[in-house]
């Protein structure tokens, strides 16, 4: 945690470099697995990471999470800042960075029993997919509208468990069923006086050039 007017740099060995603003707070989930391989995830609560890492092993993760958004990297030279009503913006200066909103609805379903685990990962990757944010971009991520997403997620998955029962990869025909869930997504999400044919990520994720902040 820093104070104001401070700040902190911490370097990870032969990894890079990763500097804790003024007025943040981050936690350390996980740095390395017992092979040694960097597994590292942040957790940003609040204010602002500048980071520089360096080009990762094949098999290592680095990932910075907020309250509603998960940035994972692969080399460059990017900021993550939480303002004070917990949304994200990701800055790349350099390389670029994969930025998906956070939804619990799906891993919720999960242990509920709703869906299985193959049919989990299918619905994750066809309707919560992530921004690649690139050198000289950035993207906001709204809290209230990761909330709203994740509530009208949550909905259609148990619509569809009603109508067709307990959703399994191996019977039902997911495309059909991640279909309808995004049309049942976006009737919720989506301004009645916009273009419906946009996606769910769209509703969340704003792309911009970079501030100068």
């Given at each position: 945690?820093?104070?104001k007017?401070?700040?902190c740099?911490?370097?990870?060995?032969?990894?890079?470099?990763?500097?804790?603003?003024?007025?943040?707070?981050?936690y350390?989930?996980?740095?390395?697995?017992?092979?040694?391989?960097?597994?590292s995830?942040?957790?940003?609560?609040?204010?602002?990471i500048?980071?520089k890492?360096?080009?990762?092993?094949?098999?290592?993760?680095?990932?910075v999470?907020?309250?509603?958004?998960v940035?994972a990297?692969?080399g460059?030279?990017?900021?993550?800042?939480?303002?004070?009503?917990g949304?994200?913006?990701?800055?790349v200066?350099e390389?670029?960075?994969?930025?998906?909103?956070?939804?619990?609805?799906?891993?919720?379903?999960?242990?509920d029993?709703?869906?299985d685990?193959k049919?989990?990962?299918v619905?994750?990757?066809?309707?919560?997919?992530?921004?690649?944010?690139k050198s000289?971009?950035?993207?906001s991520?709204n809290?209230?509208?990761?909330?709203?997403?994740d509530g009208?997620?949550?909905?259609?998955?148990k619509q569809?468990?009603?109508?067709?029962?307990?959703?399994e990869?191996?019977?039902?025909?997911l495309?059909?069923?991640?279909?309808k869930i995004q049309?049942?997504?976006?009737s919720?999400?989506?301004?009645?006086?916009?273009?419906?044919?946009?996606d769910?990520?769209?509703?969340i994720?704003?792309?911009k050039?970079?501030s100068?902040?």
């Amino acid at each position: 945690k820093t104070t104001k007017d401070s700040y902190c740099e911490l370097q990870i060995v032969k990894r890079g470099i990763f500097r804790i603003e003024a007025s943040s707070e981050i936690y350390l989930a996980t740095l390395a697995n017992v092979d040694n391989k960097l597994q590292s995830k942040f957790k940003l609560e609040k204010g602002s990471i500048g980071l520089k890492p360096k080009k990762f092993e094949k098999g290592e993760v680095f990932e910075v999470h907020t309250e509603s958004a998960v940035a994972a990297v692969r080399g460059t030279k990017f900021s993550v800042t939480v303002d004070e009503n917990g949304n994200t913006k990701v800055a790349v200066i350099e390389g670029s960075v994969s930025v998906k909103p956070r939804i619990k609805a799906i891993e919720n379903a999960k242990k509920d029993g709703i869906v299985d685990e193959k049919a989990a990962e299918v619905i994750k990757e066809n309707v919560i997919k992530p921004v690649e944010v690139k050198s000289g971009e950035e993207v906001s991520i709204n809290k209230q509208n990761v909330e709203k997403v994740d509530g009208a997620l949550s909905v259609a998955l148990k619509q569809v468990a009603e109508e067709k029962g307990r959703i399994e990869a191996a019977s039902v025909p997911l495309d059909n069923v991640t279909l309808k869930i995004q049309e049942s997504v976006k009737s919720q999400v989506t301004d009645k006086d916009k273009d419906k044919t946009s996606d769910i990520i769209s509703a969340i994720v704003e792309k911009k050039e970079i501030s100068p902040q």
